[in-house]
């Protein structure tokens, strides 16, 4: 034990990246809820890399300590175990609330755990930034439009959703959401923005089209979960052994296929968020990618660029599954000067190469 505690007193200082020095005017506080998640913890690593404190709150639902372990033990940076369905009492100037479950079988896993978070759990986040005078963001989805009528869809559309369907539970308190954030704007005076964010970043998709359930927290997926999606996803090389990358990919494709979705890249989703924050523009934004792609043009894309062989099976529609989806991005571009960066090709590749390194890792990681 003597020996043990040595180590821990003379251990050798982690190393963390180096972050940019902020002054103590420009440096905010910053709360990110769910930020253990996919999206937050990307936005983690950009507020922490420009110098700010970050704080994330997050009930580890989704979202894995992985994501953000990098981060631990650096000066300015917090990890709060907390669900916010229940009230938290934090000091801080800005916050992002992007805690909820974001893909459809998290959301439908518990559907009453999903609407407490989206309305008592914004609830609680209002009361908060009311409480400190912060400005606060809330992350809505373009599921507020539902199976939209009208396409692209621009914020003023009102939307088309189905109040007591399977996916009702996530659009219906994602849309009191928003009433509610503009509640407390016009009662309370808080600062509010809200991003209507388009479906699906990428990475999720793929391992959709892998045929696994997606986890959009999957930033760091375990070993096996990776082995099946990239197993499955990879050609398989001369010599190998029989195996998962030798089996044909199954693409499970829902419906005819026809129906229509933008991916966009998570980087340019974080750089929308940071820009929307920091705007005084206070009415709903759409922070999408318009590059509309049928399912089976992007099956179709993640075939050609991971090789091998390809199977589709096509499974029943899902219900009330939107039929079109294109957002009309025109108020984010005249606003914020945003538009996305990152083309859907680049975009996959990037996520292939990721998928790539994280299986070596854990088959580096289960060696040892
Ligand atoms: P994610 O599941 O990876 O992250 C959500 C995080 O919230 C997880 O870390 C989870 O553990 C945490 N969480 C859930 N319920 C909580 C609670 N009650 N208290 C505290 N933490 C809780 O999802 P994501 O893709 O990163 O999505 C982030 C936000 O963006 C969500 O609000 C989602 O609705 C919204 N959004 C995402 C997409 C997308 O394509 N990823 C699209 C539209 C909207
Ligand atoms: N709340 C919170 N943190 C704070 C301030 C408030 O979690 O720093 C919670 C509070 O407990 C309440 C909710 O936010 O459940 C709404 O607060 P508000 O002040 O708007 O309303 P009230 O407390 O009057 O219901």
Known sequence: LEQRLKEIEYRIPKKYPEVNFLTYKDRKRVLITGGAGFVG??????????????????????GRKRNVEHWIG??????????????????VDQIYNLASPASPPH?????VKTIKTNTVGTINMLGLAKRVGARVLIASTSEVYGDPEVHPQTESYWGHVNPIGPRACYDESKRVSETLAYSYGKQENVAVRVARILTRTVLVCIATMAGWCPTSSSRHSPAKTLLSVIGIMAPKRPGTPTG???????????????Q???????????????????NNYSLPVNLGNPDEHTIEEFASIIHTMVGGKSHIIHKDAMEDDPQRRKPDITRANNILGW???VPLQQGIKKTVEYFRRELM???HSERN
Do not use: C, W
């Open 41 to 62: 913890s990307h936005l983690v690593d950009r507020l922490m890399m420009e110098g700010h404190e970050v704080i994330v709150v997050d009930n580890f639902f989704t």
């Open 74 to 91: 650096h000066e300015n940076f917090e990890l709060i175990h907390h669900d916010i369905v229940n009230p938290l009492f934090i000091e």
């Open 107 to 111: 959301y439908m896993h518990n559907p």
């Open 244 to 258: 998962a990358s030798e089996k044909k990919r199954k693409n499970n494709i829902y419906g005819s296929g026809k």
């Open 260 to 278: 229509t979705r933008s991916f966009q890249y998570v980087s340019d989703l974080v750089d929308g968020l940071i820009k929307l924050q920091n």
């Open 339 to 341: 538009q996305p960066l």
């Open 361 to 363: 890792r854990s088959k």
